[in-house]
């Protein structure tokens, strides 16, 4: 399974509705589910990000299709980064010209 880290930033509607962000992630979570992907932890933040999200999904395809679904909601703007263990980048390495 490959790790994602999704940062949200709350649109105007969002933020209207910051009372109901708790319910969101959890309605996040049965999204999640329903694309294939585990939500490991869901964090709400301070900065230009206002959530941060760890998730857990066995492709690139499953993760894009969940941020695409949470988006249209348009209570949330993401940016998603794949993330690599100790393990994986030393792989990374290996194969490096």
């Known amino acids: 399974m490959a790790t994602y880290c999704v940062l949200g930033s709350f649109t105007e509607q969002g933020v209207r509705g910051a009372k109901d962000s708790p319910k969101r992630a959890e309605a996040f979570k049965e999204m999640a589910k329903k694309c294939g992907v ?7 933040a301070q900065g230009q990000y206002d959530v ?3 998730l857990e999904a066995s492709d690139d395809l499953a993760v894009t299709s969940l941020a695409l679904s949470a988006g249209a909601l348009g209570n949330i703007r993401t940016q998603t980064l794949r993330l690599f263990s100790a393990g994986d980048m030393k792989a990374i ?5």
């Open 38 to 44: 585990t939500v490991k932890e869901v964090y709400w």
């Open 52 to 54: 941060v999200t760890i």
């Open 93 to 97: 390495i290996e194969k490096m010209a």
